[in-house]
């Protein structure tokens, strides 16, 4: 027998660990939960148990605008994840795996009988700049849907970590914290060298680099206007080859793409907020809200009425 959640199937109260929520299938489905525990400015640490008692399949969605970095930690069992757009990924016991999310809708899939459970780091935006480098987070906001970025059996070393943040309840937070970054740090490790390793931003020079961040300042602070490729050259001071060359050498993507990820990532929150589609047309620079209306929705894959209306 095989059955379907959808998403306003999940049951959300708070509970779990260090003020966390529980989002909890009902149990028509089987005993199927997930714990999330907030650790820091944009990581959270999410335990899930799932035995459901026939196959299972769970619609699943990225809530949020930006990319978000997922470390599974497999801890029993085993589940997959086949996205809207294609994509597949497996979560196996004893293994890692990394990916990342962008905009992505999909389904979570278990089989009848197994007992799977997870950890899982999840690194919102402002948690992957932070770690990643700035220039590694602009890469990655360029891609959409969901891309699995690599799997690794887990070190013996790690599972001592994994088995402290199982009962958190019986750790310091502090020491709840060091084991999660701990974990996020091996994880990361290839992403974070590679990013290293083709971070160009330090051939630039000092004072090119204040005019590139300047540029980058303007666009947060006046995206409600009609920002253009000239006006950011002569407002601080550079040549447009020299712009376009340097921007994108400095943060890994271009000043126009770069412009519509800040608009976007506004965008959402003001319509997560209440605000109607005209008044967040108007505040992230555009003039009509039909044009707004369409490239919202090619950017996230939803309308942006649907983020409105929860």
């Known amino acids: 027998m095989s059955s379907r959640a959808r998403s306003e199937d999940v049951l959300r109260i708070p509970g779990g660990a260090a003020g966390g929520t529980r989002a909890v299938l009902p149990a028509e489905f089987g005993d199927c939960w997930t ?103 602009a890469r990655l906001a360029c891609r959409n849907g969901v891309e699995a970025l690599g799997e690794q059996t887990i070190p013996p070393w790690c ?37 290293g390793a083709c971070d160009p931003s330090p051939r630039l020079d000092g ?28 407002t601080v001071g550079l040549n447009e080859q020299a712009f376009k060359a340097g921007f994108r050498e400095a943060f890994g993507v271009t000043p126009a793409r770069h412009l519509l990820q800040l608009r976007m990532q506004r965008a959402w929150t003001l319509l997560a907020s209440g605000a109607r589609v005209a008044q967040v047309a108007y505040a992230v620079g555009y003039e009509h809200p039909a044009n707004f209306s369409a490239a ?15």
């Open 35 to 137: 714990e999330y525990a907030p650790l820091g400015e944009g990581l959270t640490l999410a335990h899930s148990l799932y035995r459901p008692s026939g196959d299972l399949t769970e619609e699943s969605a990225q809530v949020g605008p930006g990319t978000t970095l997922v470390a599974t930690f497999g801890i029993s069992g085993e589940s997959g994840y086949v996205a809207r757009r294609g994509a597949a990924l497996r979560f196996r016991a004893g293994h890692a795996t990394l990916a990342a999310y962008t905009a992505s809708a999909g389904e979570r899939r278990v089989r009848a009988g197994a007992t799977v459970r997870q950890l899982r780091l999840v690194l919102a935006a402002p948690a992957v700049e932070r770690y990643l480098g700035v220039a590694a987070a």
């Open 159 to 195: 599972r001592a970590l994994l088995q402290a943040l199982l009962v958190p309840e019986r750790v310091p937070p502090l020491e709840r914290q060091i084991a999660a970054l701990t974990l996020a740090a091996e994880v990361l490790r290839p992403l974070s060298a590679a990013a």
């Open 207 to 234: 004072p090119l680099i204040e005019k590139l961040e300047r540029a980058r300042e303007l666009m947060r602070a006046q995206m409600d206007r009609r920002l253009t490729i000239p006006y950011l050259c002569a």
């Open 296 to 310: 919202f929705a090619r950017y996230f894959g939803r309308t942006p009425k649907s983020v409105r209306g929860g």
